[in-house]
Protein backbone atom coordinates (compact mmCIF):
# COMPACT_ATOMS: atom_id res chain seq x y z
CA UNK A 1 0.00 0.00 0.00
CA UNK A 2 1.71 3.27 -1.05
CA UNK A 3 2.05 5.30 2.55
CA UNK A 4 1.40 9.16 0.94
CA UNK A 5 -0.81 9.12 -2.56
CA UNK A 6 -1.18 12.02 -4.14
CA UNK A 7 -3.31 12.63 -7.44
CA UNK A 8 -3.09 13.19 -10.08
CA UNK A 9 0.39 12.51 -11.12
CA UNK A 10 0.86 14.89 -13.79
CA UNK A 11 -1.47 18.06 -14.60
CA UNK A 12 -1.57 20.29 -17.58
CA UNK A 13 -3.31 22.87 -17.57
CA UNK A 14 -4.26 26.71 -18.81
CA UNK A 15 -3.70 30.27 -17.10
CA UNK A 16 -6.33 31.14 -15.42
CA UNK A 17 -8.24 27.61 -14.47
CA UNK A 18 -8.97 26.46 -11.08
CA UNK A 19 -7.25 22.90 -10.28
CA UNK A 20 -6.57 21.28 -7.31
CA UNK A 21 -4.40 18.22 -5.85
CA UNK A 22 -5.28 15.60 -3.45
CA UNK A 23 -3.23 14.07 -0.96
CA UNK A 24 -3.87 11.21 1.39
CA UNK A 25 -1.65 9.08 3.68
CA UNK A 26 -2.64 5.87 5.31
CA UNK A 27 0.39 6.03 8.57
CA UNK A 28 -1.70 7.86 11.04
CA UNK A 29 0.44 10.92 10.98
CA UNK A 30 -0.42 13.34 12.84
CA UNK A 31 1.38 16.14 10.71
CA UNK A 32 1.08 16.47 7.17
CA UNK A 33 2.65 19.29 4.24
CA UNK A 34 2.76 20.55 1.24
CA UNK A 35 5.84 21.18 -0.72
CA UNK A 36 6.83 23.33 -3.85
CA UNK A 37 9.71 22.21 -6.25
CA UNK A 38 10.99 24.40 -8.29
CA UNK A 39 12.73 24.39 -11.86
CA UNK A 40 16.11 23.84 -9.91
CA UNK A 41 15.23 21.56 -7.77
CA UNK A 42 14.78 23.56 -5.08
CA UNK A 43 12.23 22.17 -2.27
CA UNK A 44 10.38 24.65 -0.39
CA UNK A 45 7.66 24.09 2.48
CA UNK A 46 4.49 25.80 1.77
CA UNK A 47 2.06 24.92 4.10
CA UNK A 48 2.09 22.28 7.34
CA UNK A 49 -1.09 20.73 9.21
CA UNK A 50 -0.68 19.19 12.45
CA UNK A 51 -4.17 17.28 13.23
CA UNK A 52 -5.98 19.33 10.47
CA UNK A 53 -4.95 22.89 12.12
CA UNK A 54 -2.87 25.29 10.05
CA UNK A 55 0.58 25.69 11.79
CA UNK A 56 2.77 26.36 8.99
CA UNK A 57 2.00 29.15 6.29
CA UNK A 58 4.70 30.51 4.13
CA UNK A 59 4.51 33.15 1.82
CA UNK A 60 2.53 31.83 -0.88
CA UNK A 61 0.19 33.65 -2.94
CA UNK A 62 -3.25 33.36 -1.46
CA UNK A 63 -4.37 32.01 -5.01
CA UNK A 64 -3.34 28.53 -3.05
CA UNK A 65 -5.79 27.29 -0.36
CA UNK A 66 -5.00 23.94 1.35
CA UNK A 67 -7.68 21.83 2.85
CA UNK A 68 -7.98 19.51 5.52
CA UNK A 69 -11.17 17.29 5.87
CA UNK A 70 -9.55 14.95 8.41
CA UNK A 71 -6.01 14.44 9.48
CA UNK A 72 -5.56 11.59 6.40
CA UNK A 73 -5.73 14.07 3.85
CA UNK A 74 -4.22 17.42 2.88
CA UNK A 75 -5.54 18.71 -0.55
CA UNK A 76 -4.43 21.99 -2.33
CA UNK A 77 -6.86 24.23 -3.86
CA UNK A 78 -4.97 26.57 -6.78
CA UNK A 79 -7.08 29.24 -7.90
CA UNK A 80 -6.37 31.66 -10.94
CA UNK A 81 -3.28 28.95 -12.14
CA UNK A 82 -0.22 31.32 -13.87
CA UNK A 83 2.71 30.09 -15.32
CA UNK A 84 4.73 30.76 -12.21
CA UNK A 85 2.92 28.55 -10.89
CA UNK A 86 4.66 25.42 -13.28
CA UNK A 87 6.19 22.99 -10.54
CA UNK A 88 6.24 19.87 -8.85
CA UNK A 89 4.30 19.80 -5.74
CA UNK A 90 5.25 17.42 -3.21
CA UNK A 91 2.46 16.26 -0.22
CA UNK A 92 4.89 14.52 2.70
CA UNK A 93 3.53 13.44 6.36
CA UNK A 94 5.51 12.48 9.08
CA UNK A 95 4.80 11.62 12.90
CA UNK A 96 7.59 12.08 15.89
CA UNK A 97 8.70 8.78 17.11
CA UNK A 98 8.93 7.24 20.76
CA UNK A 99 12.79 7.13 20.86
CA UNK A 100 12.60 10.95 19.73
CA UNK A 101 13.33 10.66 16.09
CA UNK A 102 10.73 11.77 13.41
CA UNK A 103 9.26 9.51 10.05
CA UNK A 104 8.56 11.34 7.28
CA UNK A 105 7.32 10.08 4.48
CA UNK A 106 6.64 11.97 1.16
CA UNK A 107 4.34 11.56 -1.88
CA UNK A 108 5.44 11.07 -5.62
CA UNK A 109 5.06 14.04 -6.49
CA UNK A 110 2.45 16.10 -9.03
CA UNK A 111 4.01 17.81 -11.88
CA UNK A 112 2.25 20.82 -12.76
CA UNK A 113 2.61 22.85 -16.05
CA UNK A 114 0.29 25.50 -16.66
CA UNK A 115 0.26 26.66 -20.16
CA UNK B 1 15.23 0.43 -7.47
CA UNK B 2 15.94 3.52 -6.26
CA UNK B 3 17.17 3.36 -3.09
CA UNK B 4 19.32 6.05 -0.23
CA UNK B 5 21.24 3.93 2.77
CA UNK B 6 22.09 6.10 6.18
CA UNK B 7 24.28 4.03 7.69
CA UNK B 8 25.24 6.42 10.74
CA UNK B 9 21.15 6.48 13.17
CA UNK B 10 23.22 8.94 15.29
CA UNK B 11 26.52 10.78 15.26
CA UNK B 12 28.17 13.73 18.00
CA UNK B 13 30.28 16.22 16.80
CA UNK B 14 32.40 18.96 19.34
CA UNK B 15 31.39 22.76 18.76
CA UNK B 16 33.71 23.93 15.99
CA UNK B 17 34.77 20.36 15.09
CA UNK B 18 33.81 18.77 11.44
CA UNK B 19 31.80 15.72 10.88
CA UNK B 20 31.10 13.91 7.59
CA UNK B 21 27.51 12.12 7.40
CA UNK B 22 27.27 9.07 4.97
CA UNK B 23 24.91 8.21 2.21
CA UNK B 24 25.09 5.50 -0.55
CA UNK B 25 22.28 5.58 -2.76
CA UNK B 26 21.94 3.24 -5.72
CA UNK B 27 19.85 4.42 -8.98
CA UNK B 28 19.91 2.86 -12.62
CA UNK B 29 19.17 6.26 -14.41
CA UNK B 30 22.11 8.28 -15.57
CA UNK B 31 20.35 11.41 -14.61
CA UNK B 32 19.02 12.21 -11.19
CA UNK B 33 19.70 14.47 -8.16
CA UNK B 34 21.23 14.03 -4.24
CA UNK B 35 20.35 16.24 -1.41
CA UNK B 36 21.04 16.14 2.04
CA UNK B 37 17.84 17.85 4.16
CA UNK B 38 17.80 18.96 7.44
CA UNK B 39 14.92 18.41 9.19
CA UNK B 40 14.57 20.73 12.70
CA UNK B 41 11.91 19.60 15.18
CA UNK B 42 9.10 21.58 13.30
CA UNK B 43 9.94 18.68 11.00
CA UNK B 44 9.90 20.81 7.75
CA UNK B 45 12.70 19.43 5.52
CA UNK B 46 15.25 22.04 4.58
CA UNK B 47 17.16 21.67 1.41
CA UNK B 48 21.20 22.21 2.86
CA UNK B 49 22.98 21.53 -0.24
CA UNK B 50 22.35 19.55 -3.52
CA UNK B 51 24.36 17.83 -6.20
CA UNK B 52 23.44 17.16 -9.65
CA UNK B 53 25.11 13.61 -11.18
CA UNK B 54 26.32 14.79 -13.97
CA UNK B 55 28.61 17.34 -12.18
CA UNK B 56 32.01 15.94 -11.16
CA UNK B 57 32.63 19.64 -9.03
CA UNK B 58 31.45 18.56 -5.38
CA UNK B 59 29.20 20.86 -4.07
CA UNK B 60 29.57 23.10 -1.49
CA UNK B 61 27.47 25.83 0.67
CA UNK B 62 29.50 27.46 3.08
CA UNK B 63 30.00 25.15 5.93
CA UNK B 64 28.42 22.22 4.13
CA UNK B 65 29.97 20.41 1.21
CA UNK B 66 29.71 16.84 -0.17
CA UNK B 67 32.07 14.20 -1.43
CA UNK B 68 30.46 12.63 -4.62
CA UNK B 69 31.89 10.06 -5.31
CA UNK B 70 29.51 8.85 -8.00
CA UNK B 71 31.53 5.28 -9.19
CA UNK B 72 31.15 4.12 -5.63
CA UNK B 73 27.87 5.67 -5.44
CA UNK B 74 28.25 7.61 -2.14
CA UNK B 75 27.22 11.52 -1.19
CA UNK B 76 28.41 12.14 1.98
CA UNK B 77 28.03 15.66 3.21
CA UNK B 78 30.60 16.88 5.61
CA UNK B 79 29.52 20.06 7.93
CA UNK B 80 32.88 21.86 9.01
CA UNK B 81 32.73 24.54 12.04
CA UNK B 82 29.80 22.77 13.72
CA UNK B 83 26.82 25.09 15.44
CA UNK B 84 24.60 24.58 17.83
CA UNK B 85 22.03 25.16 15.50
CA UNK B 86 23.09 22.65 12.92
CA UNK B 87 21.74 19.69 15.50
CA UNK B 88 18.66 18.39 13.57
CA UNK B 89 17.66 14.91 11.89
CA UNK B 90 19.80 14.81 8.35
CA UNK B 91 18.48 13.53 5.49
CA UNK B 92 19.63 12.00 2.25
CA UNK B 93 18.34 11.95 -0.89
CA UNK B 94 17.36 11.17 -4.54
CA UNK B 95 15.80 11.99 -7.20
CA UNK B 96 15.28 10.70 -10.69
CA UNK B 97 13.50 12.23 -13.69
CA UNK B 98 10.22 10.72 -12.94
CA UNK B 99 10.10 13.46 -9.89
CA UNK B 100 9.93 10.80 -7.09
CA UNK B 101 12.29 12.05 -3.79
CA UNK B 102 13.85 8.59 -1.95
CA UNK B 103 15.25 9.32 1.17
CA UNK B 104 17.50 7.76 3.19
CA UNK B 105 16.34 7.21 6.91
CA UNK B 106 18.24 9.44 8.71
CA UNK B 107 21.43 10.73 10.75
CA UNK B 108 20.54 12.39 14.01
CA UNK B 109 23.27 14.72 14.64
CA UNK B 110 24.19 16.10 18.72
CA UNK B 111 26.36 19.26 18.61
CA UNK B 112 28.13 18.89 21.96
CA UNK B 113 29.10 22.51 24.08
Known amino acids: DTAVSQTPKYLVTQMGNDKSIKCEQNLGHDTMYWYKQDSKKFLKIMFS???????INETVPNRFSPKSPDKAHLNLHINSLELGDSAVYFC??????????????FGQGTRLTVV | AQTVTQSQPEMSVQEAETVTLSCTYD???????LFWYKQPPSRQMILVIRQEAYKQQNATENRFSVNFQKAAKSFSLKISDSQLGDAAMYFCASQNRDDKIIFGKGTRLHILP
Open chain 1, 49 to 55: YNNKELI
Open chain 1, 92 to 105: ASSTRLRDGNTEAF
Open chain 2, 27 to 33: TSESDYY
